[in-house]
Nanobody
Framework: QVQLVESGGGLAQPGKSLRLSCAASGFTVSDYAMNWVRQAPGKGLEWVAGINRDGADTYYTDSVKGRFTISRDNAKNTVYLQMNGLNPEDTALYYC??????????????WGKGTQVTVSS
């Protein structure tokens, strides 16, 4: 049974950092692309970042490039999203999602329940 459990969210001041974690079970993260997707209050889903199967290639939406870093620890079967330079526009519920392919963008078939990130002074 595939499960994705996000953690690490919380309240952060503008300019500060948070690291989100996504612990996977029921499959091996190194066999698939993984993604982070967010949903801000009152808005639709926004894809944030993706990493391919072997971790060699990473992809980001323009608004987070240079601030966010997606990575994986295959030994822990966990994916991370390091978020630096947070701003209020980053406030959202952040989801981890498993792609069905080895590169992100082909389709996210499993999702976690999300972790809330709130950026406010």
């Amino acid at each position: 049974q595939v499960q994705l459990v996000e953690s690490g969210g919380g309240l952060a001041q503008p300019g500060k950092s948070l690291r989100l974690s996504c612990a996977a079970s029921g499959f091996t993260v190194s066999d698939y692309a993984m993604n982070w997707v967010r949903q801000a209050p009152g808005k639709g889903l926004e894809w944030v970042a993706g990493i391919n199967r072997d971790g060699a290639d990473t992809y980001y939406t323009d608004s987070v490039k240079g601030r966010f870093t997606i990575s994986r620890d295959n030994a822990k079967n966990t994916v991370y999203l390091q978020m630096n330079g947070l701003n209020p526009e980053d406030t959202a519920l952040y989801y981890c999602a498993k792609d069905w392919s080895d590169y992100p963008g082909y389709g996210m078939e499993y999702w976690g329940k999300g972790t809330q990130v709130t950026v406010s002074s």
